[in-house]
């Protein structure tokens, strides 16, 4: 069972940046693949970026394509996501996810960690 433990949220003004960072436990982090998940106040859940195991292949939201950027560190068991250009519509709770294969964090079927509020302030 692997655990998940995000940090770094926090309340930002539109056009500032934040780093979030996720670090696990109880299972072997190179293994896996991992990705980050938001959700806003009244809206689902939905997928932000994910990173494979090697962190050579990463996938974005087009809704955060070239602003946020997703990286790993093995020797770390983190993985982190760097938020740029951060705007109103980017506050929500950022949740960390781990899974066997990008596209299963991408059916969801992955752990997850208890998420971090990011709050942009306009």
């Known amino acids: 069972q692997v655990q998940l433990v995000e940090s770094g949220g926090g309340l930002v003004q539109a056009g500032g940046s934040l780093r979030l960072s996720c670090a696990t436990s109880g299972g072997t982090f190179r293994n896996y693949a991992m990705g980050w998940f938001r959700q806003a106040p009244g809206k689902e859940r939905e997928f932000v970026a994910a990173?494979?195991?090697?962190?050579?292949?990463?996938t974005y939201a087009d809704s955060v394509k070239g602003r946020f950027t997703i990286s790993r560190d093995n020797a770390k068991n983190t993985v982190y996501l760097r938020m740029n250009s951060l705007k109103a519509e980017d506050t929500a709770v950022y949740y960390c996810?781990?899974?066997?294969?990008?596209?299963?964090?991408?059916?969801?079927?992955?752990?997850w960690g208890q998420g971090t509020q990011v709050t942009v302030s306009s």
């Open positions: 996810a781990a899974g066997s294969s990008i596209s299963q964090i991408k059916y969801e079927d992955c752990y």
């Open positions: 990173i494979g195991w090697s962190g050579s292949i990463t």
